[in-house]
C-alpha cells in the first residue's frame, strides 16, 4: 500500500532513505522549458502524457508553461488529474468495460474529458454508457500509424469510424489519435524520420478524407519524445503528447541525433537513488534498487557520473554492480544515482517523488496514480 | 497511491474490474499444504518468503500449516508483516542506513526478528544502533553459495565474521544464510543439482568449521522453489526459504522435472486478470495488461488455458497478443488469464489480491507490503 516518504523537506541528498525517487528540480524544469518553446515555436499545442509522471503536479507545471491539458491511458489516471485540479484529460487509449465507462462518465461533469476508439465496438459502449449516464463526450478515433499496436487502419475504415460516432446520441468527434510508439525508440535519425513520414501521411490522408467528407477534423494528436520535432514541424498535427522529456531514461538517451552522437535535447533529471548495501569483492557491489525499485524492461539502469561501474544484473531487491578497475568508492553506505532503463514503469513502483535542489529536498510530490491501472 | 480493490467479495469472475491479480484458492491451498508435507516428510522447518506476496494474511496461512515464520528482504516488509501479526521474521538481507536500523530494532520489541550481515561493517553498524535502542538482535552470516551476489566467502572468512559478532555488545548469532538464487532457475535437474551440491558443501564446511571453532551455528536457511527439494535432503538445511511456490509463474514452470517434462510440483495460482481492448486485425488482439500490470523481467506472461494465441509485446499499458489460427475468442471485452513471467515484481504492482473460489470471489486481501522497499 502507501510507503511513508523516503525524506523530508530541508533534508540532505545523505539523508535521504533509500531506494527513493529523486528528481533533480533545475533540469526537471529546464526539459519542460525545452518543450515549450519548440512547440511554441512550431505553433503546435502541447498535451503531454501524465502515464510518464502520473501526478497532476507535475502536470500544472506543465500547463503554467503552456500545455492545453493532460492525455493519460486509464481511466482511474484520468480520475487522478482531474481530481488534483486538471481540467482537461484525453485518455489516449481505448476503454472497454461497464465500470470504467460509468467512472469516465462521472468525470465529464467536473472536466474536458476526450476517448479514444478504434472499433464500432467501442462507439457503441460508449454511447450506452453516455445515455445511462446523461452525459456527452468527446471522442477521438486511433488509427494504426504502423506501429501495430490498436487502431484502426488509416483512410476509409478510419472514415467509416468517425461516421458511426457522427449517427451517435452522445458523442462528439474531436479527431484523430495518431501516435507511432515503436518509431519513438529508433536509434538513428533517419530511421525515425522514415517511420514518421509514413505516419505523417496517414495521418493526412485521413484527415483529408474526413474533411471531404464535409466532417470537420480539428484534432489531430500524437508524437513522443523521440520525433516530436517531426510531427511539429509536419503542419498535420496539432496536438504534441511527449511524456519521457521532463525525466529521460537510459533507454531514451541511446537515440542518436544528426551528428550520430547521443541526442541530448533533454537532461536526465530523474534517479532511483540507492544505497551500496553490501562489497563482497574487489570487483563486485550490490545496490539496494532491484526490480522492485526500477523496472528493468528496457534495459539496467545506469550509474550516474561513475563509470567505473555497471549495473549488470538485478534481482528483486538487488541490483548488482560490477566494478572495472579498483576503486575506493562504492563502499557500503554510499549513495548512488541510477538512471531508470524506462522512466514511467518506474516511476509506477514508487509512492513519492523526492524533489532535490541540489543537494536539499526541496519537494515531496505524491506519485498520485500509483498503480492506476483501471 | 492505494487504489481500490477491483472486486468485491460475492462478485463473479465476470464482473471484477481489470487489470486484476487473481488468486486461484484452491490450486493456492493445494500448493501450501505440498510443501508444508515435503519440508515435514524431510525434518526441516519452513519459512517461507515474504517477498513473493508482502501479506501477513498469507503468511499466517503458511504458519497455520507449519512454518515457523517468515523472512522477507527489507525492513519495512518486516514492519508491514509483524504489524500484520507475524511472530518470527528473518530479514534475509544486509540492510544498511541508521533509518532503517533504527525501525528494525523497534520491531525486536514486537517480534522475534534476525538479520543477515556479509561484511564487519555490517556488524558494527547494527552493534551500534541495537545499543543506542537498548536491544539485541540476531544475526545470521550470509555465505556466498555461489551466486555471487552477496555473501562473505565461505570457511575461514565466515568464521571471521562469526567471531566478530560473538564480540559484540549486543548481537547473537544464529546461523548461515544460505540461499542460492541463480540455481533456482537453471532448467534441467542435473543443473540445479551441480549448484546446490557445491552450494551444500559450502554451507556445510563453513558450520562445521564454526562448531570446531566452539560456536554452536543452530540454524543453516536457505533453498528457493526450484530446489528446496535437494537442501531439505542434506542433512545441512534447517529451514527452506520457498516463496514463489505458493503461486507458481511461468518462468519456473520452465524448470524440468527428472522426465525431462516441465516440472509440475506446484500449480499456477496467481493470475493477471486482464480484458481484450482492442481487435484490429484477425491476427492481432490488445489486452490492457502490459508492464505496469505484469513485470517481463523473466519474460511475457503467458496465457492461461489458451494456446491459439501468444503475448508477445508489452507497452505500458498494453499486451499484445498475436493469434496463431483464426478464431471467435480474444473479442473485445473478452477476459483472460495471463500467468506472470515472474511472480514477486508483479504482485508488487498492485494493491489488491482477489481471491478466487471457482469463479467467485471469496476474499480480497491487501498487498500490504507493497511498495515497501525502504
Known amino acids: 500500500?502507501?510507503?511513508?516518504?523516503?525524506?523530508?523537506?530541508?533534508?540532505?541528498?545523505?539523508?535521504?532513505?533509500?531506494?527513493?525517487?529523486?528528481?533533480?528540480?533545475?533540469?526537471?524544469?529546464?526539459?519542460?522549458?525545452?518543450?515549450?518553446?519548440?512547440?511554441?515555436?512550431?505553433?503546435?499545442?502541447?498535451?503531454?502524457?501524465?502515464?510518464?509522471?502520473?501526478?497532476?503536479?507535475?502536470?500544472?507545471?506543465?500547463?503554467?508553461?503552456?500545455?492545453?491539458?493532460?492525455?493519460?491511458?486509464?481511466?482511474?489516471?484520468?480520475?487522478?488529474?482531474?481530481?488534483?485540479g486538471v481540467p482537461d484529460v484525453l485518455v489516449s487509449n481505448e476503454i472497454v468495460g461497464a465500470t470504467k465507462l460509468k467512472r469516465l462518465m462521472a468525470l465529464t461533469r467536473l472536466a474536458r474529458v476526450a476517448v479514444c476508439v478504434d472499433d464500432v465496438v467501442h462507439i457503441d459502449m460508449i454511447d450506452d454508457a453516455a445515455a445511462a449516464a446523461d452525459a456527452t463526450i468527446d471522442l477521438l478515433v486511433e488509427v494504426n500509424m504502423g506501429g501495430n499496436r490498436c487502431g484502426v487502419e488509416p483512410g476509409e475504415p478510419a472514415l467509416r469510424l468517425v461516421q458511426r460516432i457522427l449517427r451517435s446520441r452522445r458523442l462528439r468527434f474531436r479527431g484523430l489519435q495518431a501516435y507511432h510508439g515503436t518509431a519513438q525508440h529508433r536509434r538513428t535519425p533517419a530511421e525515425r524520420r522514415a517511420e514518421i513520414s509514413q505516419a505523417i501521411e496517414r495521418a493526412r490522408t485521413t484527415r483529408d478524407l474526413i474533411v471531404a467528407n464535409g466532417i470537420p477534423c480539428p484534432e489531430v494528436t500524437g508524437a513522443g519524445t523521440g520525433t516530436f520535432a517531426l510531427e511539429a514541424a509536419s503542419g498535420v498535427y496539432t496536438e504534441l503528447q511527449c511524456g519521457s522529456y521532463i525525466f529521460m531514461d537510459a533507454d531514451?538517451?541511446?537515440?542518436?541525433?544528426?551528428?550520430?552522437?547521443?541526442?541530448?535535447?533533454?537532461?536526465h533529471s530523474l534517479f532511483v537513488l540507492a544505497t551500496v548495501m553490501s562489497r563482497p569483492t574487489d570487483d563486485r557491489a550490490l545496490c539496494d534498487a532491484g526490480h522492485k525499485a526500477a523496472s528493468v524492461d528496457s534495459g539496467f539502469p545506469v550509474i550516474h557520473g561513475f563509470d567505473?561501474?555497471?549495473?549488470?544484473?538485478?534481482?528483486?531487491?538487488?541490483?548488482?554492480?560490477?566494478?572495472?578497475?579498483?576503486?575506493?568508492?562504492?563502499?557500503?553506505?554510499?549513495?548512488?544515482?541510477?538512471?531508470p532503463g524506462h522512466c514511467d514503469p518506474t516511476v509506477n513502483l514508487h509512492d513519492w517523488y523526492v524533489g532535490l535542489r541540489g543537494d536539499r529536498v526541496e519537494a515531496i510530490w505524491p506519485v498520485a496514480a500509483r498503480g492506476a491501472m483501471f
Do not use: W
Open 252 to 267: 531514451y538517451a541511446r537515440n542518436q541525433g544528426e551528428d550520430g552522437q547521443p541526442e541530448r535535447k533533454f537532461e
Open 308 to 339: 567505473e561501474a555497471e549495473y549488470v544484473r538485478a534481482a528483486d531487491e538487488h541490483g548488482l554492480l560490477s566494478l572495472k578497475r579498483p576503486t575506493n568508492r562504492l563502499r557500503i553506505g554510499e549513495k548512488i544515482k541510477l538512471i
Open 1 to 84: 500500500m502507501t510507503m511513508r516518504p523516503p525524506a523530508e523537506i530541508g533534508m540532505t541528498l545523505d539523508q535521504i532513505d533509500t531506494p527513493a525517487l529523486v528528481i533533480d528540480l533545475d533540469a526537471f524544469e529546464r526539459n519542460m522549458k525545452t518543450l515549450a518553446d519548440a512547440a511554441a515555436a512550431a505553433g503546435v499545442k502541447v498535451r503531454p502524457h501524465a502515464k510518464t509522471h502520473k501526478s497532476p503536479v507535475i502536470t500544472l507545471k506543465q500547463m503554467a508553461l503552456g500545455a492545453v491539458g493532460a492525455c493519460c491511458q486509464k481511466v482511474s489516471e484520468a480520475e487522478t488529474l482531474v481530481l488534483g
